[in-house]
């Protein structure tokens, strides 16, 4: 399984970069855009050169959409529409093939289209008004190409998405699972509280405000059993059976001294104590 999710994010991305690549060179659709913008800035050039314009400045091409080119020029010119008609033809004749577009020419002071015109390989060609000559003004040009849009699949954004899938399904795939956090008992979190204490059992811990009294493995044992049910009666019989049965012998003298030992631990506070109860067993009294 690990291997086909490996295999997909593989073919995705190697997929989206391939197409990627196509599209900055021209686009899936074969639409040479960097030779159109050049072609594109030559009307520029020889819309200029025809009225013997030689020092004006054709500015860099832009592309508004994914079809649509601007044409712009640093200083004010006139123009006839026929000329212009034939420098656009001309020009764009360098892309090959060439594909219907539309070309409208706008004044800068209003963003009114002043003149336009369509050219089309399907439809008739619609140019009017070819002899009357335009003012001298500001102008920019728009030049539309029919039939190149990129589709969503040839958008650079959905590209980027489609190399981030297939990234991420690599990246799922090849990496090492972490190793899980080792899940506490109950047993290891248990904490009694007594008095001023506070007893960890597992840990083998009293603590105190913020001291800590270790208890040997016998005590903690004791004081658990102690600890559990306070101010009741416990039997020695009870404690050495519970406490040292693993162990086959043992004596009440053992009990006794692990009594005192605890005893000693416990003496920070003087509400909690361990009573001998004679001849029958112990008890942890808490005030």
């Known amino acids: 399984m690990k291997g086909r999710f490996l295999i997909i994010g593989l073919y995705i991305t190697v997929n989206a970069v391939l197409s990627f690549t196509v599209l900055k060179s021209g686009g899936s659709d074969g639409f040479p855009k960097d030779r159109a913008a050049l072609a594109i800035r030559n009307v520029g050039h020889q819309l200029l050169w025809h009225i013997g ?27 006839s529409p026929d000329t212009l008609v034939k420098i656009v033809r001309h020009s764009l004749a360098a892309i090959n093939p060439t594909p219907d577009y539309l070309v409208n020419v706008f004044d800068c002071g209003t963003d009114q289209v002043v003149y336009g015109f369509e050219i089309s390989r399907q439809r008739k060609d619609l140019v009017p008004c070819v002899g009357r000559l335009q003012p001298e003004k500001c102008y920019f040009i728009h030049i539309t190409f029919e039939g190149v849009s990129a589709s969503h ?70 004081l658990e059993i102690l600890a ?28 006794d001294v692990f009594i005192s030992k605890l005893r000693k631990k416990l003496k920070n506070d003087p509400t909690v104590r361990i009573t001998n109860i004679h001849g029958k067993g112990y008890t942890l009294e808490i005030e």
């Open 53 to 79: 314009d030689s020092s004006s400045r054709v500015l860099p091409v832009t592309q508004v959409t994914d079809n649509t080119f601007k044409l712009e020029f640093k200083s004010a010119f006139s123009f």
């Open 228 to 255: 559990l049910q306070p101010n009741q009666l416990i039997t020695r019989d009870e404690l050495l059976k519970r406490v040292w049965e693993d162990e086959g012998v043992f004596t009440g003298r053992s009990l």
């Open 153 to 222: 699949v040839d958008h650079p954004y959905y590209l980027y998405g489609l190399m981030l899938v297939g990234l991420t399904l690599v990246t799922l795939v090849t990496r090492k699972p972490r190793p899980q956090a080792k899940q506490e008992s109950p047993a290891e979190t248990m904490m009694i509280r007594f008095g001023k204490y506070s007893f960890l059992p597992f840990k083998r811990q009293l603590q105190i405000d913020l001291n800590t009294i270790d208890l040997s493995d016998k005590e903690s044992r004791i």
